[in-house]
């Protein structure tokens, strides 16, 4: 059964109640407290071999753990504040664990965050991370919302890490930083939560991840001339057309995925701007029920299977 | 590096506010979303071969993962509200996950806790599970804040489970069912927290948790002839010295374990007994800074050494 598949059966069996704004499903729960206030809930977990390589710096690994859960507050529009961390160690390594939290609660730190508690078990190594923030419950970004006509943009640029991951230790030593220590667009995901029809953060490829974010029967087109690339992606994969697949299904960039109606565009634009983030419009939405990928030269590409799954891509 | 050690070592470098009322340490952390509220999170992994076994059925596993969580929100006065599971599984099996929901969500409903996200992961089992509950934050009941004189007392009864373990598949199934599908004292926890000088559940073992209840420098007596046991358990250990290693160091009992001071001990135990909870009084805090248990022949016992750490006991 596919990860979504098992998702949805989930949330199937699920109950809820009128103090959950937004359950299973979204990049993070919405939860009110009590009417007015809404804190925000997600967890993320980390797997060796899966999301982590065992020669990879334990503080690499920590920095990773904070910034995949920090990206998904951030798709909500949220301000985080907490987090519970739970680690299933092989052995009791205080140096590794060390290593750990110079990366985890650097990145933490960084944004505020305060670790309040956790769980310590003896296991096969799991890195289990929650992370509460709050949000003005009129702010809350939503997956899955976006409107006919809407511009598509993306902060910062796509591509760098999933092209990390080809090169292996041989890739530039920023392409490298993108996939070992990316940062979560935080501050960005506030500015854009009020003005956005839906976000999402782009973890698993901007195709999958864009799959989530339009609505039932929208479809999208997308302008691969437009989607920005670092300066090392393309120093690296100077042909277009190699970029473009790592670009498109790459994952692994934490950059945000916005939908946009087109009289927001300035204020959108222009509060990234002010917090030094790069926002490129790579498309639009529309009522065609598929998503397209249209060269600079008008023509179509053949679309490679979007995105991933933790079950069936193995 | 033993498990607290590592815990400690954590604690040392986690940042705090003022807006983070109980911190690492305790059964869960009570976070203020804002003045006069408090939010309480915890979070708890099970791990194949640590905490089940591979031939345990799926529900018996999604029950203990709700019931240990639970049992950390009941120790903190809380009342459960909301609940992410981050599962990590070799495979897509949905008829393990069917059947772990049909045990996780039977015990979360019954408590009134929703379901709200999570995480799904492939990789080597393991289960994550948090919640998130709320109290008056004038009611938390903390570790560590025994005051000399208090009463000890314990809900339910001790041993059961530890009585299961060694028994194995041959125990009778009333033990099997103490270890595999433990009911926390959710509604007791709450009834007790304003009274409760502290309160902590008893999961690793009642010395074990009873060494966190207690303040520095404070010990305590208890009195072995008081220790209460479930009639299969006496049908198992007639011999009452045969069942005090189980009920003082087995572990996985999860009742609770209360200091009250001895004014208190007619509310609490009505409370209990409304609920129908039994409550028993099994010894008192004193100065004595160390723990003695007191046969009914007033001998002291020779203390087995308590509780269980996830990195030193292997």
């Not at 407290?33 to 804190?39: V, Y």
């Not at 976000?199 to 920005?228: N, T, Y």
């Not at 030094?276 to 023509?299: F, W």
Request: hydrophobic content about 45%; glycine content about 12%; overall charge negative.
């Amino acid at each position: 059964m596919s990860e979504f598949a098992l998702i949805e059966r989930i949330r199937a069996r699920a109950a809820s109640d009128d103090r959950v704004l937004v359950g299973i499903g979204d990049d993070a729960a919405v939860l009110a407290p009590e009417p007015g206030r809404a804190l925000v809930a997600t967890t993320d977990s980390l797997v060796l071999d899966r999301h982590f390589r065992s020669d990879w710096p334990a503080a690499d690994v920590g920095h990773l753990a904070a910034a995949v859960n920090l990206s998904d507050l951030a798709a909500m529009g949220a301000r985080p504040r907490w987090a519970l961390l739970a680690l299933t160690l092989p052995t009791g390594d205080a140096v590794w664990v060390d290593g750990f939290l110079d990366g985890f609660l650097g990145l933490c730190t960084r944004f505020n965050t305060c670790l309040v508690g956790g769980n310590l078990s003896a296991g096969p190594l799991n890195i289990g991370v929650q992370l509460l923030g709050d949000v003005d419950p009129a702010c809350v970004a939503r997956r899955g919302r976006a409107r006919i006509g809407d511009l598509l943009a993306v902060t910062g640029s796509l591509g760098d890490a999933a092209a990390a991951l080809l090169g292996e230790d041989g890739a530039p030593a920023d392409l490298l930083a993108r996939l070992h220590r990316p940062v979560p667009r935080v501050e960005a995901g506030q500015a854009m939560a009020a003005m956005a029809t839906a976000m999402i953060d782009v973890s698993d490829g901007l195709l999958a991840d864009l799959g989530h974010l339009l609505g039932p029967g929208q479809g999208a087109r997308i302008e691969l001339g437009q989607l920005p690339a670092s300066g090392s992606l393309v120093k690296v994969f100077a042909d277009a057309s190699q970029r473009w697949p790592l670009q498109l299904s790459g994952g692994n960039d934490y950059e945000l995925l916005v939908s946009l109606q087109p009289s927001q565009w300035d204020a959108a634009h222009a509060r990234c701007a002010a917090l030094g983030v790069p926002l490129t419009v790579i498309g639009l939405v529309n009522s065609a029920g598929a998503i397209e990928c249209r060269q600079p030269d008008g023509h179509r590409l053949e679309l490679p299977r979007g995105g991933w799954d933790h079950f069936e891509s193995r």
